[in-house]
């Protein structure tokens, strides 16, 4: 079985280093022991008018409480956001000690759980089960070959996929339906975690045969790293991207929880649109 305790510390180590290979500006602050908990706090001020933390970096990561989160911390994490002049952002809740703790001190703060945003977590159990014959070709590709893709899956692209090719520990992935790219994806390796992702499918029709061989393409380059734990993550509402990694042996472990502002309204003198 899998920790969701030590699965989420490990994914809020992953996500500084992952935003760095990928291109990000996003400066990263962790603040650890009370009254911070664990926390780490992403500021972004390039993606500071996104609506929905899709488009949006700014915010807070939490695991529970953990080293002794509480009143006086909190708002002390949500006054950098007034202080860099950062209207919108959100806080992020993953497993730790003292969830519903944690859970009361941010609404006390003025946050309500975003319903609509949802981050399942999902770990490999066991051997990945291999993808169904589909006439779909799954393989590593170089920083060359990754960035020729572009031309032919420029609408379906990723961002972070095209920014990240040649970058330390990122691995990248395309399938091809005969000689077309149809599909990418990337595995980003550091220290005990392989995750899966950046997985994008261009032809909606092989959606199914190209996620699973990717799937299995990465988890057979993350077995020859010798990594202990192959991961993803993925929004609930992409409810087919998450069965896809069912499919394919993962399982969810947790859902990291999604709060924003509870209405329009000022936190620390700055305007916080909902």
């Known amino acids: 079985m899998v920790d969701p305790l030590e699965l ?3 994914m809020q180590r992953l996500r500084p280093w992952l935003d760095a290979v990928s291109g990000s500006d996003c400066d990263y602050r962790r603040l650890e022991g ?4 664990s926390a780490l706090v992403a500021i972004d001020r390039a993606t500071r008018g996104g609506r929905n933390p899709s488009t949006n970096r700014n915010a807070i990561h939490l695991c529970g409480v953990g080293a002794g989160l509480d ?3 909190l708002a002390a994490l949500l006054a950098i956001f ?3 002049g950062i209207g919108r952002f959100f806080i992020h809740l993953a497993p730790g000690p003292g969830m519903d703790r944690a859970r009361d001190l941010i609404r006390a703060a003025g ?7 949802r981050y399942p977590v999902l770990a490999l159990v066991g051997t990945a089960k291999p993808p169904a014959p589909g006439g779909i070709v799954a393989r590593e590709v170089g920083r060359d070959e990754a960035l020729a893709a572009r031309e032919a899956m420029s609408a379906t692209m990723r961002s972070r996929f095209a920014a990240s090719p040649g970058g330390p520990g990122v691995r990248h992935l395309l399938a091809f339906d005969g000689d077309r790219p149809i599909a990418h994806a990337a595995l980003a390796h550091h ?3 392989a995750c899966i992702g950046w997985l994008s499918i261009r032809a909606p029709a092989r959606r199914g045969a190209a996620e699973q061989a990717l799937i299995a393409a990465a988890v057979a380059m993350a077995r020859t790293l010798g990594t202990e734990r192959i991961v993803a993550e993925t929004l609930a509402v992409l409810g087919a991207a998450r069965a896809g990694f069912m499919r394919a042996g993962f399982h969810e472990v947790y859902e990291r929880e999604t709060y924003r502002l509870a ?3 000022t936190l620390g003198g700055v305007d916080m649109p909902r």
């Open 71 to 73: 009143e006086p911390g």
């Open 191 to 193: 220290e005990r975690l």
């Open 82 to 84: 007034a202080d860099e």
């Open 111 to 117: 946050f309500e759980r975003h319903l609509w945003v």
């Open 34 to 37: 009370a009254p911070f908990g």
């Open 263 to 265: 209405g329009a309204g």
């Open 8 to 10: 989420a510390r490990d």
